[in-house]
C-alpha cells in the first residue's frame, strides 16, 4: 500500500496535488507503518495533510485532538468538501447539540468516519472515553501539540491528560505535530505523550520571504499603523493587540479612517468571530485587528502584513503569528511595535500567578526582549532560539540588517562573562552574571557569599551596556548555551572553554535603545515634525485671546494642542477635533481663529498639508466614561463611584480629566462640598485663575504641603470645567 506509486496517486485522488511538500512523503509514510511520529513544521508547511492522508487510507478512525473549536469547523469542511460521501470527518466539542452528537457517533461506529477532530476537553471526559473503547482507532494526532507544554506559548493544562485518555481508550500509534517548539517544549510534548521513541522530523523555520522590523512605541503609534496600511492599500494584513479593549478601539481608528477593518476576539459571539473570518477570507475586509484567539488555522496565503501593537508574550507566539503573512512564498511584513514600559506591565500582569509559572513567563519575555532589542540579524536570532543555525552574517530582509550597527571590540567582556559563569560553577542566569560582573552585591549574590569570588567586579571598568548584548551573541556564537531543563541557567560549551585558552577577536553589535519611549515629548508623538515659527505664532495668539477673556493660556488651548496644530496644520473645524485635547465644545468656542492663522499661513508659506498625517481619531467615549458622567450627573460620590467601577481613586481623577480637557462639562461641586475645607478650595481655585500653567507639581510648590495632591486635581478639574467647557 505504501509503495511510490500508491502514495502519490492517493495524494492526487484525494487532494488533488502532485506531490508532497517537504518531510511529508516521509512522516506519512512513518504514520502509515505505524510508529509513534513527532513533525515540528512551521506555520504554511502544510501539517495537516501529515494526519488527513494518512486517516483516509487506513483501517478505523483517526482521533485528532485540536484545540479551537473554529480550526475543527475549517479543517471537516475541507475534508467533506473533497470526499465522496456525508460524514468522513466529524468534530465533536461543545458546540454541538445531542442531536448532532448522536448522529456523528452513528456515523463513526458504521464505519463512515475516518477523521474525527475533538477538543481535549471532549476527549476527556468520561463517556466519551466510554464510547471510544468500542471505536477502532487507527491512529491518535495531536494538533498544536506545544499547548502540552508549560513552556509553550498556549499551554492548556487539559492537553495534560491526553495521555491518560488515550490509556484507557485503547493505545495506537501518536503523532503530534506544532508549528512552534524550543527544545525545551519538543522534550516536555514527548515526555507527555510517552512518546520518547518517536521519529522525529523537524522542517527548517527559515521563511525567508519574511521582512523583520521592531519600531520603537511611541504615542504616535496608531498614526504609523493607518499610515503603514496605507501604503499597503488594498492588501491582506492582521494587527495583534493583547487586549480586546485596544482590539476594539484600533478597529474603530481603522475604520475612521477608512481602512477596511474588524475587531476579532474572544468576548464576540461565535456568530460575529465567524463572519469576521468569512469576510476576511472573501477580501471584503483587508485588515483584521485581534487578539490572539485569531489565526490558529486560518489558511489565507496573501495575507502581506502581520502587525503586533504590542510586543508578544513570548517567541514561540510571535513566530507563530507572524508566520501568517505571506505563505503564498510572495512578501510579508511583519512590524512590531516595542517600548519597554509595555514589557512591564506583561510582567506585572503576571503577579498572583503560581510562583512557578511567574517564573517560565518571565523567562519567556525576556528571550522576546533580547530579539526586539537586539541589534543582529533577527532571523538568525529567531531561528538560533529554535534551535537552528543559520549561517550569513546579513539576511538582507530585516531592519537590523538593512541598517547595520558599526561592530565594536568586545574580546574582553566576553573573557569575563565566560571566566564568571565558570566560577559561579554554571549555576545561574545571565541577569545574575551581570550583576556579579558589574560587582553589583545583591542580597542574592551576598547571600551565596559571590562578592567573596576573585572575579566578582571584573567588568566594572566596562560600559554597563555590553552586558547583554555580549551574552547574546556568545549563546548565538555556540560560546555560551542556556540549560534546557532549568531554564536559563548559563553554561560553557566546549568551544566556549577553547575560547578561554586562546581567545581571538569578538566583535559584536550593541543593542537598540528602546527607553525614553513615553516620553513627553510630543513633537516626536505627534508624528511628524513640528512647524516652530507656526507654533510660535499659535501661542501668541493663544495668549491675546486668554488676556481678553480674562483666563490663564492654557485654558483655550494645552501646550500639546498648540504642537499638534503645528504639526498637522489643521484647517477646517473636524479636523481641529483631531488634535489632542480639543473637543468639539472647545472647537466651536475657540477654534475659528486659530484655523484662520492656520490656513493663512500654509498659503503664504506654500505649505502641502500632507494627508496622512490627518488622520481621524475616534471619540474614545468608552462605556466607562459614559458611566462616569452619568455617575456624575447622579452626583454619586467620586469615592463610590471610584469603587463601582473597579477604580483606584487616582485612577478615576485619570479619566475624569480626561473627559474635562477634552471638552465635556462636568459638575463635581456637590462632591467638594462634603470633602474639602471651602478655604483650601478658594486658595487652589484663585491659583489656577492667575497661573499660566496647570502643571501640577508647579502648583504644588506654589500652595506647600498643606493643600494634598487629590484636593489640587479636584479643583483643578472644577476649575477646567467651569473656565474651559
Same mark, same amino acid.
Given at each position: 500500500?505504501?509503495?511510490?506509486?500508491?502514495?502519490?496517486?492517493?495524494?492526487?485522488?484525494?487532494?488533488?496535488?502532485?506531490?508532497?511538500?517537504?518531510?511529508?512523503?516521509?512522516?506519512?509514510?512513518?504514520?502509515?507503518?505505524?510508529?509513534?511520529?513527532?513533525?515540528?513544521?512551521?506555520?504554511?508547511?502544510?501539517?495537516?495533510?501529515?494526519?488527513?492522508?494518512?486517516?483516509?487510507?487506513?483501517?478505523?478512525?483517526?482521533?485528532?485532538?485540536?484545540?479551537?473549536?473554529?480550526?475543527?469547523? *475549517?479543517?471537516?469542511?475541507?475534508?467533506?468538501?473533497?470526499?465522496?460521501?456525508?460524514?468522513?470527518?466529524?468534530?465533536?466539542?461543545?458546540?454541538?447539540?445531542?442531536?448532532?452528537?448522536?448522529?456523528?457517533?452513528?456515523?463513526?461506529?458504521?464505519?463512515?468516519?475516518?477523521?474525527?477532530?475533538?477538543?481535549?476537553?471532549?476527549?476527556?471526559?468520561?463517556?466519551?472515553?466510554?464510547?471510544?473503547?468500542?471505536?477502532?482507532?487507527?491512529?491518535?494526532?495531536?494538533?498544536?501539540?506545544?499547548?502540552?507544554?508549560?513552556?509553550?506559548?498556549?499551554?492548556?493544562?487539559?492537553?495534560?491528560?491526553?495521555?491518560?485518555?488515550?490509556?484507557?481508550?485503547?493505545?495506537?500509534?501518536?503523532?503530534?505535530?506544532?508549528?512552534?517548539?524550543?527544545?525545551?517544549?519538543?522534550?516536555?510534548?514527548?515526555?507527555?505523550?510517552?512518546?520518547?521513541?518517536?521519529?522525529?522530523?523537524?522542517?527548517?523555520?527559515?521563511?525567508?520571504?519574511?521582512?523583520?522590523?521592531?519600531?520603537?512605541?511611541?504615542?504616535?503609534?496608531?498614526?504609523?499603523?493607518?499610515?503603514?496600511?496605507?501604503?499597503?492599500?488594498?492588501?491582506?494584513?492582521?494587527?495583534?493587540?493583547?487586549?480586546?479593549?485596544?482590539?476594539?478601539?484600533?478597529?474603530?481608528?481603522?475604520?475612521?479612517?477608512?481602512?477596511?477593518?474588524?475587531?476579532?476576539?474572544?468576548?464576540?459571539?461565535?456568530?460575529?468571530?465567524?463572519?469576521?473570518?468569512?469576510?476576511?477570507?472573501?477580501?471584503?475586509?483587508?485588515?483584521?485587528?485581534?487578539?490572539?484567539?485569531?489565526?490558529?488555522?486560518?489558511?489565507?496565503?496573501?495575507?502581506?502584513?502581520?502587525?503586533?501593537?504590542?510586543?508578544?508574550?513570548?517567541?514561540?507566539?510571535?513566530?507563530?503569528?507572524?508566520?501568517?503573512?505571506?505563505?503564498?512564498?510572495?512578501?510579508?511584513?511583519?512590524?512590531?511595535?516595542?517600548?519597554?514600559?509595555?514589557?512591564?506591565?506583561?510582567?506585572?500582569?503576571?503577579?498572583?500567578?503560581?510562583?512557578?509559572?511567574?517564573?517560565?513567563?518571565?523567562?519567556?519575555?525576556?528571550?522576546?526582549?533580547?530579539?526586539?532589542?537586539?541589534?543582529?540579524?533577527?532571523?538568525?536570532?529567531?531561528?538560533?532560539?529554535?534551535?537552528?543555525?543559520?549561517?550569513?552574517?546579513?539576511?538582507?530582509?530585516?531592519?537590523?540588517?538593512?541598517?547595520?550597527?558599526?561592530?565594536?571590540?568586545?574580546? *574582553?567582556?566576553?573573557?569575563?562573562?565566560?571566566?564568571?559563569?565558570?566560577?559561579?560553577?554554571?549555576?545561574?542566569?545571565?541577569?545574575?552574571?551581570?550583576?556579579?560582573?558589574?560587582?553589583?552585591?545583591?542580597?542574592?549574590?551576598?547571600?551565596?557569599?559571590?562578592?567573596?569570588?576573585?572575579?566578582?567586579?571584573?567588568?566594572?571598568?566596562?560600559?554597563?551596556?555590553?552586558?547583554?548584548?555580549?551574552?547574546?551573541?556568545?549563546?548565538?556564537?555556540?560560546?555560551?548555551?542556556?540549560?534546557?531543563?532549568?531554564?536559563?541557567?548559563?553554561?560553557?560549551?566546549?568551544?566556549?572553554?577553547?575560547?578561554?585558552?586562546?581567545?581571538?577577536?569578538?566583535?559584536?553589535?550593541?543593542?537598540?535603545?528602546?527607553?525614553?519611549?513615553?516620553?513627553?515629548?510630543?513633537?516626536?508623538?505627534?508624528?511628524?515634525?513640528?512647524?516652530?515659527?507656526?507654533?510660535?505664532?499659535?501661542?501668541?495668539?493663544?495668549?491675546?485671546?486668554?488676556?481678553?477673556?480674562?483666563?490663564?493660556?492654557?485654558?483655550?488651548?494645552?501646550?500639546?494642542?498648540?504642537?499638534?496644530?503645528?504639526?498637522?496644520?489643521?484647517?477646517?473645524?473636524?479636523?481641529?477635533?483631531?488634535?489632542?485635547?480639543?473637543?468639539?465644545?472647545?472647537?466651536?468656542?475657540?477654534?475659528?481663529?486659530?484655523?484662520?492663522?492656520?490656513?493663512?499661513?500654509?498659503?503664504?508659506?506654500?505649505?502641502?498639508?500632507?494627508?496622512?498625517?490627518?488622520?481621524?481619531?475616534?471619540?474614545?467615549?468608552?462605556?466607562?466614561?459614559?458611566?462616569?458622567?452619568?455617575?456624575?450627573?447622579?452626583?454619586?460620590?467620586?469615592?463610590?463611584?471610584?469603587?463601582?467601577?473597579?477604580?483606584?481613586?487616582?485612577?478615576?481623577?485619570?479619566?475624569?480629566?480626561?473627559?474635562?480637557?477634552?471638552?465635556?462639562?462636568?459638575?463635581?461641586?456637590?462632591?467638594?462640598?462634603?470633602?474639602?475645607?471651602?478655604?483650601?478650595?478658594?486658595?487652589?481655585?484663585?491659583?489656577?485663575?492667575?497661573?499660566?500653567?496647570?502643571?501640577?507639581?508647579?502648583?504644588?510648590?506654589?500652595?506647600?504641603?498643606?493643600?494634598?495632591?487629590?484636593?489640587?486635581?479636584?479643583?483643578?478639574?472644577?476649575?477646567?470645567?467651569?473656565?474651559?467647557?
Amino acid at each position: 500500500m505504501t509503495n511510490d506509486f500508491n502514495l502519490n496517486e492517493k495524494l492526487k485522488h484525494y487532494f488533488g496535488f502532485d506531490k508532497f511538500k517537504g518531510d511529508q512523503e516521509a512522516i506519512i509514510r512513518n504514520v502509515l507503518e505505524g510508529r509513534n511520529t513527532f513533525v515540528l513544521m512551521p506555520t504554511g508547511g502544510g501539517k495537516s495533510l501529515c494526519y488527513q492522508l494518512p486517516s483516509l487510507i487506513m483501517d478505523g478512525t483517526a482521533i485528532v485532538v485540536s484545540p479551537l473549536i473554529a480550526l475543527m469547523k *475549517n479543517q471537516v469542511d475541507v475534508i467533506n468538501g473533497i470526499s465522496e460521501e456525508d460524514g468522513r470527518a466529524h468534530y465533536l466539542n461543545s458546540s454541538l447539540k445531542k442531536a448532532a452528537i448522536d448522529k456523528v457517533k452513528a456515523d463513526i461506529l458504521e464505519g463512515k468516519t475516518k477523521l474525527l477532530y475533538v477538543a481535549p476537553e471532549s476527549l476527556n471526559k468520561e463517556e466519551n472515553i466510554e464510547f471510544f473503547k468500542q471505536v477502532k482507532v487507527s491512529f491518535y494526532a495531536i494538533d498544536e501539540a506545544h499547548c502540552i507544554s508549560e513552556w509553550g506559548h498556549d499551554f492548556r493544562p487539559e492537553y495534560r491528560k491526553i495521555r491518560q485518555a488515550i490509556d484507557l481508550i485503547g493505545v495506537a500509534p501518536i503523532i503530534a505535530l506544532t508549528a512552534t517548539a524550543t527544545d525545551k517544549v519538543r522534550t516536555d510534548i514527548k515526555k507527555s505523550l510517552g512518546i520518547e521513541d518517536a521519529t522525529e522530523y523537524k522542517s527548517s523555520f527559515n521563511r525567508p520571504n519574511l521582512y523583520y522590523e521592531v519600531r520603537q512605541k511611541t504615542k504616535d503609534v496608531d498614526r504609523q499603523i493607518i499610515m503603514f496600511i496605507r501604503q499597503h492599500a488594498g492588501k491582506s494584513g492582521i494587527v495583534y493587540c493583547l487586549s480586546r479593549k485596544k482590539v476594539e478601539e484600533l478597529a474603530a481608528v481603522l475604520r475612521a479612517n477608512d481602512i477596511k477593518a474588524a475587531p476579532y476576539h474572544a468576548g464576540l459571539d461565535s456568530e460575529t468571530r465567524s463572519k469576521t473570518q468569512d469576510d476576511f477570507l472573501m477580501e471584503e475586509i483587508d485588515v483584521i485587528v485581534a487578539t490572539i484567539a485569531f489565526g490558529m488555522g486560518i489558511d489565507k496565503p496573501d495575507v502581506r502584513f502581520v502587525i503586533h501593537y504590542d510586543i508578544p508574550k513570548s517567541l514561540e507566539g510571535y513566530y507563530q503569528e507572524t508566520g501568517r503573512a505571506g505563505r503564498d512564498g510572495e512578501e510579508g511584513i511583519c512590524l512590531t511595535f516595542y517600548s519597554d514600559k509595555d514589557l512591564k506591565k506583561l510582567e506585572k500582569f503576571m503577579e498572583g500567578k503560581p510562583v512557578a509559572e511567574q517564573d517560565i513567563g518571565r523567562q519567556l519575555l525576556q528571550e522576546t526582549a533580547a530579539y526586539a532589542e537586539s541589534s543582529v540579524c533577527r532571523r538568525k536570532m529567531l531561528l538560533h532560539y529554535f534551535g537552528e543555525n543559520y549561517p550569513q552574517d546579513n539576511c538582507h530582509n530585516c531592519d537590523n540588517c538593512l541598517h547595520p550597527k558599526t561592530k565594536v571590540e568586545a574580546t *574582553n567582556a566576553l573573557l569575563v562573562v565566560l571566566k564568571a559563569v565558570k566560577a559561579l560553577k554554571e549555576k545561574f542566569r545571565q541577569e545574575y552574571v551581570i550583576d556579579f560582573v558589574k560587582g553589583r552585591g545583591t542580597d542574592d549574590l551576598v547571600s551565596h557569599h559571590h562578592n567573596e569570588l576573585e572575579e566578582f567586579g571584573a567588568g566594572e571598568d566596562e560600559d554597563p551596556k555590553i552586558w547583554n548584548p555580549v551574552i547574546r551573541q556568545a549563546l548565538i556564537a555556540g560560546l555560551l548555551k542556556k540549560d534546557v531543563d532549568n531554564y536559563g541557567l548559563l553554561k560553557l560549551t566546549s568551544a566556549g572553554k577553547r575560547f578561554m585558552d586562546a581567545p581571538k577577536p569578538f566583535m559584536i553589535v550593541l543593542d537598540n535603545d528602546f527607553r525614553g519611549d513615553d516620553s513627553d515629548d510630543s513633537h516626536e508623538s505627534s508624528g511628524g515634525a513640528l512647524d516652530p515659527t507656526l507654533f510660535s505664532m499659535l501661542k501668541d495668539l493663544r495668549k491675546r485671546t486668554a488676556r481678553k477673556l480674562q483666563l490663564p493660556p492654557y485654558v483655550i488651548f494645552q501646550d500639546i494642542s498648540l504642537e499638534q496644530m503645528a504639526t498637522m496644520y489643521p484647517v477646517t473645524e473636524q479636523e481641529l477635533q483631531n488634535i489632542q485635547g480639543v473637543g468639539a465644545g472647545k472647537a466651536k468656542r475657540y477654534g475659528k481663529e486659530f484655523l484662520e492663522l492656520i490656513k493663512k499661513y500654509c498659503e503664504e508659506n506654500e505649505i502641502d498639508r500632507p494627508e496622512e498625517l490627518r488622520v481621524r481619531t475616534v471619540a474614545k467615549r468608552s462605556m466607562q466614561k459614559v458611566k462616569i458622567i452619568q455617575g456624575i450627573d447622579r452626583k454619586i460620590p467620586l469615592d463610590d463611584l471610584a469603587t463601582a467601577e473597579g477604580l483606584s481613586f487616582e485612577e478615576l481623577l485619570d479619566k475624569v480629566e480626561e473627559i474635562v480637557y477634552s471638552g465635556t462639562k462636568l459638575n463635581i461641586d456637590y462632591f467638594l462640598e462634603d470633602v474639602m475645607d471651602e478655604d483650601h478650595l478658594d486658595d487652589i481655585y484663585d491659583y489656577f485663575s492667575e497661573s499660566d500653567t496647570d502643571d501640577l507639581d508647579a502648583a504644588q510648590d506654589e500652595l506647600g504641603d498643606e493643600y494634598t495632591e487629590d484636593e489640587i486635581r479636584l479643583v483643578r478639574i472644577k476649575f477646567f470645567s467651569e473656565m474651559a467647557n
